[in-house]
């Protein structure tokens, strides 16, 4: 057993001064506020927070950071620059950038991802010899990284909505595609779950995926995690109506993909019934603050969702930015843009959007908290840094910033230690990984 002091961590009921935290067999065993450090104690100093989870990844678009900001466009034109570096990747070339950027999310106090996975076959669509290889570099590039996964594995079908309905993939498409729901369902029954890692389900978005294939994917998903791109852009509901006559959440709800179960991501541009929808059906919502803005897709009603029923979670998406804190800084500071108004989102809110509704949106609803019988997922974010001196224990989510963190601990072993991964300079990772891509 080893137990930990923590000047302050972020329990159930907020922020408490001196907490011995017991752990064992990769759970916590024992809380003991109010505590005296004992002989033989790791101090975590500073904050310490369950670990986080960003809830949506898209691991391949870390290569594309530093590459696209300054090109203008849409999210239309930037997917050609994200196609292009898709078309690039292979199991290994996978591996190698995934377990980089899982790495560089552990170094940012993240202890379980949900990776959005669509980069299945060969370029031309032609399955590897394994026809699960990409799914299972991402298992493999998480546990090297030393964070859980839960692979969200994509139905992709179409490329596009007409109004005279779904479109053909287009070539460079050709590799996110099964031929239909039943075929995709049968290769993801075929990838096996490990103590890291759980297999969940998405709906690429209405535009991915046919009308008549989403209740096959549903029941595919049943028991699972389901996440689905929902109203990203203005043109994909326009695109949804003209072919359906429905809005994509109204859609969704026709083939009973919503729920507790299910997560919807960005959800930028709902109507007032979407919303009321999502929240009565208690489907998670995934905000990816700085995607949104850097994509210019807007902002979402993050505040109504919460206030209709649906949990928030956080997700860094294409990782222009891999800080949880910013994501979390980010969905109140937007709100405030919004609304003008501020403290539309309390910091307890925000920790529980990072934490304990972003495990249970990935299905691992036994962690996400400081508290015995949890898994001994802890964060330790230093409050002496140049951004955290002087601020609250309790505010501390509106100061901080990844390199404030300097402990992660997933599932009792320790990952990151004085703000150092155990794969070593993650930074050198990652440009060994990232800089092949961009040859020629």
């Known amino acids: 057993m080893t137990t930990y002091f923590a000047p302050h961590a972020w329990l159930p009921n907020g922020v408490t001064p001196d907490v011995r935290i017991e752990v064992g067999d990769g759970r916590i065993t024992a809380v003991t506020p109010d505590s005296v450090a004992q002989p033989g104690d790791r101090r975590l100093d500073g904050l310490t927070l369950p670990g986080f989870a960003n809830t949506h990844s898209h691991a391949f678009h870390r290569a594309l950071r530093g590459r696209t900001h300054g090109d203008g466009g849409t999210f239309w034109t930037w997917r050609e620059r994200m196609y292009a570096i898709a078309g690039r990747l292979d199991p290994d070339t996978y591996l190698a950038l995934a377990r980089a950027t899982f790495a560089e999310m552990a170094l940012a106090g993240v202890s379980v991802v949900g990776e959005f996975h669509y980069l299945h076959h060969s370029p031309g669509g032609v399955p590897y ?61 075929a990838l096996a779950p490990a103590p890291h890692a759980r297999v969940g389900a998405a709906v690429h978005s209405v535009r991915g995926v046919p009308r008549d294939q989403l209740p096959a994917v549903v029941a595919a998903a049943h028991g699972r995690p389901l996440h689905v791109h929902l109203s990203e852009q203005p043109a994909e509901n326009d695109q949804c109506l003209a072919a359906y006559g429905v809005t994509p959440t109204a859609l969704l709800a026709e083939a009973g993909a919503l729920g507790p179960l299910t997560t919807a991501v960005h959800a930028t541009h709902l109507t007032a019934e979407d919303i009321a929808v999502l929240g009565s059906s208690a489907t998670s919502i995934s905000m990816c603050p700085t995607t949104e803005r850097d994509l210019a897709d807007g902002i979402g009603p993050a505040r109504a969702l919460k206030d209709a029923g649906a949990p928030i979670t956080l997700g860094s998406d294409q990782h222009a930015v891999i800080d949880l804190f910013e994501e979390a800084r980010a969905l109140e500071m937007d709100e405030r843009l919004a609304s003008l108004q501020r403290g539309r989102f309390t910091p307890g809110e925000l920790v529980t959007a990072l934490t304990d509704h972003g495990h249970r949106s990935l299905g691992w609803s036994d962690a996400g908290r400081i508290a015995a019988g949890a898994r001994a997922d802890l964060t330790a974010v230093r409050l002496d840094t140049a951004r955290t001196a002087g601020c609250r224990p309790d505010q501390a989510v509106m100061a901080a910033t990844a390199p404030d963190v300097h402990t992660v601990i997933v599932d009792g072993q320790v990952v990151v230690e004085d703000g150092r991964h155990r794969l070593g300079d993650v930074g050198r990772l990652l440009a060994r990984a990232i800089e092949p891509l961009w040859r020629g």
């Open 129 to 189: 010899a394994d026809p699960n290889a990409m799914g299972a570099a991402m298992l493999q590039a998480a546990a090297e990284a030393g964070i859980r996964i839960t692979l969200l594995d994509t139905c992709y079908l179409s490329g596009g909505l007409g109004a005279d309905g779904p479109r053909p993939l287009a070539p460079q498409q050709l590799r996110f595609g099964d031929g239909n729901a039943e075929r995709w369902a049968a290769r993801v029954a």
